[in-house]
């Protein structure tokens, strides 16, 4: 198990971008203090308890699995998304300007929260959204302690140079809740998968509340049931570059931004 807060250094420096280029994904130097991870915490706990849209629930219950596109709708999700920490970072990474391309919150419910299946997320919105590239960084927040037994990202490193693995189901186009629950529509084998953890190694992405990572969109990765106590709450920004824009989006606007103007950032205080 690696420990996202405990990344080995290099023999000399290297700039985040030709890491995360490398690697697949990069460990921010920063993370986010606990009165404003509590904020946050605290704002998504609210949206979560209301009945909503955007929200999903784990199959055949009303145990909420995610919520998703806060930033549409919620004034302290849309200034979160600019902060520098979370915005600097994906313009460093993508090297131009970027808006949201997708907002989510993943919950793992005590003793409920269900995996995530292998799967590469620029699958979903190369086939469904046409994405025509995987020019878009996801930016994670825990907004719990991630530990082993909480269901932690399991990352694949270095599969990113690989592209799509997946076998694209005929004419694409299905229910969009077949995107967000247990049974993904695009997945990547589980032999593939093992063949690949067999070769390149496994990351869990385990560490305290505020730690921040980005992982490229192409990356295998997966996630396993919680069989903790502890909930598991992952909040995912997907920045994609305002150049890669699509233009088939028949996906609702919660899953799949429409506003692609550039972001500009606001000052952390603002939130």
Same mark, same amino acid.
């Given at each position: 198990?690696?420990?996202?807060?405990?990344?080995?250094?290099?023999?000399?420096?290297?700039?985040?971008?030709?890491?995360?280029?490398?690697?697949?994904?990069?460990?921010?130097?920063?993370?986010?203090?606990?009165?404003?991870?509590?904020?946050?915490?605290?704002?998504?706990?609210?949206?979560?308890?209301?009945?909503?849209?955007?929200?999903?629930?784990?199959?055949?219950?009303?145990? #909420?699995?995610?919520?998703?596109?806060?930033?549409?709708?919620?004034? %302290?999700?849309?200034? #979160?998304?600019?902060?520098?920490?979370?915005?600097? #970072?994906?313009?460093?990474? %993508?090297?131009?300007?970027?808006?949201?391309?997708?907002?989510?919150?993943? =919950?793992?419910?005590?003793?409920?929260?269900?995996?995530?299946?292998?799967?590469?997320?620029?699958?979903?919105?190369?086939?469904?959204?046409? =994405?025509?590239?995987?020019?878009?960084?996801?930016?994670?927040?825990?907004?719990?302690?991630?530990?082993?037994?909480?269901?932690?990202?399991?990352?694949?490193?270095?599969?990113?140079?690989?592209?799509?693995?997946?076998?694209?189901?005929?004419?694409?186009?299905?229910?969009?809740?077949?995107?967000?629950?247990?049974?993904?529509?695009?997945?990547?084998?589980?032999?593939?998968?093992?063949?690949?953890?067999?070769?390149?190694?496994?990351?869990?992405?385990?560490?305290?509340?505020?730690?921040?990572?980005?992982?490229?969109?192409? #990356?295998?990765?997966?996630?396993?049931?919680?069989?903790?106590?502890?909930?598991?709450?992952?909040?995912?920004?997907?920045?994609?570059?305002?150049?890669?824009?699509?233009?088939?989006?028949?996906?609702?606007?919660?899953?799949?931004?429409?506003?692609?103007?550039?972001?500009?950032?606001?000052?952390?205080?603002?939130?």
């Amino acid at each position: 198990m690696i420990d996202v807060t405990r990344v080995p250094e290099a023999a000399t420096p290297e700039t985040a971008k030709s890491v995360y280029e490398r690697e697949g994904w990069l460990l921010a130097p920063h993370t986010l203090d606990a009165e404003l991870v509590a904020g946050i915490t605290a704002r998504i706990e609210e949206l979560s308890a209301q009945e909503r849209p955007e929200a999903v629930y784990e199959k055949g219950t009303r145990t #909420l699995r995610a919520i998703h596109g806060c930033h549409l709708f919620d004034d %302290l999700c849309r200034r #979160l998304v600019r902060l520098p920490a979370l915005l600097g #970072l994906a313009e460093e990474l %993508l090297g131009e300007p970027v808006y949201v391309y997708q907002f989510k919150v993943n =919950m793992k419910q005590p003793r409920e929260g269900v995996a995530w299946p292998w799967h590469q997320d620029y699958s979903f919105w190369h086939h469904e959204d046409g =994405m025509v590239a995987d020019k878009a960084v996801n930016i994670a927040i825990h907004l719990d302690e991630v530990h082993a037994k909480n269901g932690p990202l399991q990352i694949v490193p270095r599969t990113h140079h690989l592209g799509l693995l997946d076998k694209e189901p005929s004419g694409g186009g299905g229910d969009w809740r077949n995107h967000v629950s247990a049974d993904l529509e695009y997945t990547v084998p589980d032999q593939v998968a093992d063949d690949l953890v067999g070769e390149y190694g496994l990351m869990h992405a385990t560490g305290p509340k505020g730690a921040i990572y980005a992982f490229h969109p192409t #990356l295998v990765h997966s996630s396993t049931d919680n069989l903790s106590d502890d909930r598991r709450a992952l909040l995912l920004v997907t920045y994609n570059a305002v150049s890669n824009a699509p233009e088939r989006l028949s996906r609702p606007e919660f899953l799949v931004s429409r506003d692609t103007a550039p972001l500009t950032p606001v000052a952390a205080n603002t939130l």
